[in-house]
């Protein structure tokens, strides 16, 4: 791919990765739209750790007490953070037996731009309902194991391309009555384990493939951390003034896009 090809396509992953808006909808609209050729398994590499580099520095004090915190639980001290840490375990879990039992039906019959503008449109008007009848009750420190297991569930269905990871899993901490910060901070804390597990299962694929062009590979690494390290932070800022309807509207409308794309194509 041209470098400005693969630029954009590292700063919309680095946009799309944490907003509620799917990033594979946004991923597939370049190649639809313009014919671009794939990016390559060592880009697709490149661009999840510096997503996942941008998280984890953005929540590096959060993620070492938490780390601290589960480490001192092993030996039967509990404290909030330690049950948060569990939580995030406990949550990874369904994602982690989902992604091993239904990879390759996802890889090969779910990457559709219809199954794409079908998720981006159920997911976002799931969304929009869920806060606009909020009730906002609990913090972060205040999550359950009933809330994590049906996050943890919300997020295996977020393998389900167009779905939106971020979306789903706060989609669902909004309907437990989280806060819409809470909600999103636990969102973003989950997505570490996620992004690092998706990485690792790649970067083994990637061992099996030419070597690839390691200047957009790094190019792509940087533009995607940066970017999503700045939208994790405008996010977080912004949530509580303009809530979760702008992004509702816009998935609606890529949503239709998508679907008249698809239409145009033929299919």
Same mark, same amino acid.
Not at 47 to 56: P, S
Not at 97 to 124: K, Q, Y
């Given at each position: 791919m041209e470098f400005l090809h693969l630029f954009i396509l590292a700063l919309l992953q680095g946009l799309t990765e944490f907003?509620? &808006?799917?990033?594979? +909808? /946004?991923?597939?609209?370049?190649?639809?739209?313009?014919? $671009?050729?794939?990016?390559?398994? #060592?880009?697709?590499?490149?661009? /999840?750790? *510096? =997503?996942?580099? +941008?998280?984890?520095? %953005?929540?590096? %004090?959060?993620?070492?007490?938490l780390l601290q915190a589960w480490l001192v639980s092993l030996t039967g001290r509990a404290s909030a953070e330690s049950r948060l840490a569990w $939580?995030? &375990?406990? +949550?990874?879990?369904? #994602?982690?037996? #989902?992604?091993?039992?239904?990879? /390759?039906?996802?890889? =090969?019959?779910?990457?559709?731009?219809?199954?794409?503008? +079908? =998720?981006?449109?159920?997911? *976002? #008007?799931?969304?929009? $309902?869920?806060?606009w009848f909020r009730k906002e009750q609990r913090q972060m420190e205040q999550i359950t194991f009933k809330d994590a297991c049906i996050i943890g569930f919300a997020q295996a269905i977020a393998l389900i391309p167009g779905t939106s990871r971020s979306g789903i899993t706060i989609t669902a901490g909004l309907l437990m009555g989280l806060k819409r910060q809470a909600a999103a901070r636990f969102s973003f804390l989950l997505s570490v384990p996620v992004i690092m597990g998706a990485g690792l299962l790649k970067t083994v694929d990637l061992i099996q493939t030419p070597e690839p062009h390691w200047a957009g590979v790094m190019m792509g690494t940087v533009v995607a951390g940066l970017s999503a390290y700045a939208c994790i932070h405008l996010f977080l800022s912004w949530l509580d003034r303009i809530g979760m309807q702008p992004f509702v509207i816009y998935r609606l409308l890529l949503g239709a896009v998508l679907l008249l794309v698809w239409l145009g194509s033929g299919a």
């Open positions: 907003l509620p &808006i799917s990033s594979s +909808a /946004h991923l597939i609209l370049p190649s639809q739209l313009l014919g $671009w050729p794939d990016q390559g398994l #060592a880009f697709d590499v490149g661009v /999840h750790v *510096g =997503t996942l580099l +941008a998280v984890m520095f %953005y929540f590096r %004090y959060d993620l070492i007490q $939580w995030i &375990i406990l +949550a990874t879990l369904p #994602a982690v037996v #989902a992604g091993f039992t239904f990879n /390759h039906l996802i890889e =090969t019959e779910l990457r559709s731009i219809l199954v794409i503008a +079908a =998720t981006t449109l159920i997911f *976002g #008007a799931l969304l929009g $309902w869920a806060d």
